[in-house]
């Protein structure tokens, strides 16, 4: 195989890679948010089933969780899957395994603030979703920053998991070439790449950071 | 007419009695002070007065629409709709400020304006450029709080207040979070209001700023007024409470 093309799959892998990182947050950090409603919930049925929920995405490996999705619905329920439901199944098991992680971080980022500016806002007139979107929620997303950015280092990891399903993503193709070719050069193209990848996260992160530092 | 009128106010927090049976009326253009010992239930009775805090018993009434009013032996709260009116009739000035940290000072000011009352961008701005003149922030409109003083963020905090031009302006010891020196120019604020005439309720612990600007000082403790009355009537009372508590302050001193 020639370097040339060898480049070209890893490439190919890098995209999915990062299609996998996107969709997951794009999916995740919304979901997340809802689920610490529920973590929140007055309604303790509400409150009960989303701390279960939370409990079981930490409290079990990733890997499991993605092998169950993607073989439940034909395993359990005799539902033939086509081959695009292996992408489908990836985001699903890394969207609702990340909403569980941020569901945390909202919930201790909304219960850390101070109860003098709901007080303010009501008095204020500002009705509760107004509080919450224009009062609450840019506060609560400047201290989470830091938690965050953590998880979404992890998740650049993570998405390599997704080769126990054989999706076609950058770390699956690197170690096929390998073992085809034995060579270890993919393998450490690999690892520049997830390098690189993060340290553009942490400088994003970073970015943002530094945008949200005029006020304390 | 009335603009507040609280009658037989009654509080508990877990059985704890605040409030005890606490009737006051408010009428426009009237300074009312509230002295008392700490714990004695100042500051439940204006979040009650300000709907912070439902209340357990008796009635709340602004201009004479009922916000409040008791029903068999429980409170019954008027509709979102007539509580959403009522709640534009009074501000509240907190004693920690409760500034908005990710606005600027022109933003706290004008952002219930704009997005709760419904104002124009442009008539906001002017409101809160006049309120700024006036109380000596012009210079800090681009401002965020944590760039001021404490004595600068209370004034912010007073001029979010009065830019919605409520009738009648509380404020829970405005002063207790700062130092000395930026006191006076909090309660300078305060006596210019009140030469305006603006109706206002003050919790405080400075004396001989409530005996300037009241024309009537109420005194409590234990949940109940103990005594009340303009500040000579106040000052020259036979009232064992009173007196301890004023000995007790000026020992403090
Ligand atoms: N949210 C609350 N829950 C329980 N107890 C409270 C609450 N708010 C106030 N209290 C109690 O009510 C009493 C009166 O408090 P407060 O009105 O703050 O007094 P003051 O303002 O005169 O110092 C105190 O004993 C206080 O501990
Ligand atoms: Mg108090």
Redesign the pocket.
């Known amino acids: 195989m020639s370097i040339q093309m060898m480049l070209l799959q890893l490439g190919k892998g890098m995209l999915v890679s990062v299609e996998i990182f996107a969709l997951t947050l794009l999916f995740s950090l919304p979901l997340g948010l809802f689920v610490s409603f529920g973590r929140m919930s007055k309604n303790g049925i509400v409150r009960g089933l989303t701390k279960a929920y939370i409990s079981l995405m930490r409290g079990t490996p990733l890997m499991l969780q993605l092998l169950i999705i993607y073989f439940g619905p034909s395993l359990l329920f005799k539902i033939r899957t086509g081959t695009e439901y292996r992408f489908v199944a990836v985001i699903i098991a890394f969207s609702i395994n990340y909403a569980a992680y941020f569901a945390e971080i909202y919930r201790s980022g909304i219960e850390s603030m101070p109860i003098g500016q709901y007080e303010a806002a009501k008095v204020l007139g500002y009705s509760k979703a107004q509080t919450f979107v224009k009062i609450i929620l840019p506060q609560v997303i400047k201290r989470i920053l830091p938690s965050v950015t953590n998880e979404i280092i992890t998740l650049v990891k993570d998405t390599s998991l997704a080769f126990a399903i054989a999706q076609a993503e950058m770390f699956t193709i690197a170690k096929q070439i390998a073992a085809a070719q034995t060579t270890i050069m993919p393998l450490m193209i690999a690892g520049v790449f997830y390098y690189v990848f993060n340290f553009i996260v942490a400088l994003v992160m970073e970015r943002v950071e530094k945008a949200l530092s005029y006020y304390r | 007419m009335e603009l507040l009128e609280m009658q037989h106010v009654k509080k508990e ?2 059985g ?1 009695k ?1 409030l005890k049976d606490i009737s006051l009326s408010v009428s426009k253009g009237e300074v009312v002070s509230i002295i ?10 204006l ?1 009650c007065a300000t709907m912070l805090e439902k209340m357990d018993g008796g009635s709340l009434t602004y201009m004479g629409e009922s916000a409040c009013w008791e029903e068999g032996d429980k409170c019954v709260y008027a509709s979102k709709a007539k509580l959403k009116e009522i709640h534009k009739c009074f501000g509240l000035v907190f004693q920690n400020f409760n500034l908005f940290p990710h606005y600027s000072v022109m933003k706290n000011i004008t952002d219930a304006l704009i997005s709760v009352d419904k104002i124009s961008k442009k008539e906001a701005e002017e409101r809160a450029l006049v309120l700024l003149a006036k109380l000596g922030l012009s210079d800090k409109k681009d401002a965020y709080p944590c760039q001021l003083s404490g004595g600068q963020q209370q004034r912010v905090s007073i001029a979010r207040a009065l830019a919605k031009q409520p009738q009648i302006l509380f404020f ?1 010891e405005p002063t207790s979070a700062l130092d000395p020196e930026l006191t006076a120019e909090v309660l300078k604020v305060i006596k210019e209001l009140a030469k305006e005439h603006m109706t206002m309720i003050i ?1 405080t612990h400075e004396m001989q700023f409530a005996k300037e600007v009241s024309d009537r000082i109420i005194f ?1 403790e234990h949940g109940v007024i103990q005594a009340q009355g303009s500040p000579e009537e106040l000052f020259d009372m036979k009232n064992e409470r009173l007196k301890e508590f004023m000995g007790h302050l000026s020992g403090n001193l």
């Open positions: 927090f877990n704890l605040v008392g010992p700490s714990g004695s239930g100042k500051s439940t009775l979040r829970d919790v409590m």
